[in-house]
């Protein structure tokens, strides 16, 4: 368990900023915040289970940009109509087609480029079926 203002050595991934990432509590649940963001407004945040550990892997603007559009493009697999899986074989396929383990292959976890290849294989695989 995470106590709020507790800093769990997560730097902040805003470019330029020498912050760090703190438990902070909301009407939303617990997020992690930037240190810095009273000071310069950094933006630098990251969502918290509820026990307070972090969701992922803390990333910039952008690199949550792209998560966002690769969880849109994965979701099409599982989710709604026209599903061609359910979500435990969605994750299975997306290990296989990413070539990670089943500890690497979560999108709270990926990079910008990591992101961008899902896509890729995403609309190959779209394309194909």
């Given at each position: 368990?995470?106590?709020?203002?507790?800093?769990?050595?997560?730097?902040?991934?805003?470019?330029?900023?020498?912050?760090?990432?703190?438990?902070?509590?909301?009407?939303?649940?617990?997020?992690?915040?930037?240190?810095?963001w009273a000071k310069t407004g950094c933006p630098g945040a990251h969502g918290a289970h509820p026990d307070g550990t972090p969701l992922g892997i803390p990333a910039s603007k952008e690199t949550k940009q792209a998560r966002m559009k690769a969880h849109a493009a994965f979701d099409r697999l599982w989710k709604g109509r026209g599903a061609r899986m359910n979500r435990h074989q969605a994750y299975v396929w997306m290990r296989r087609a990413m070539c990670m383990t089943e500890a690497e292959a979560h999108i709270g976890r990926f990079t910008i480029e990591q992101c961008e290849a899902l896509c890729r294989i995403l609309s190959e695989e779209c394309d194909a079926g």
């Open positions: 368990m995470v106590n709020p203002g507790e800093v769990k050595d997560l730097k902040c991934p805003e470019p330029g900023c020498d912050g760090e990432l703190v438990l902070k509590p909301s009407k939303y649940g617990q997020f992690y915040g930037c240190t810095n």
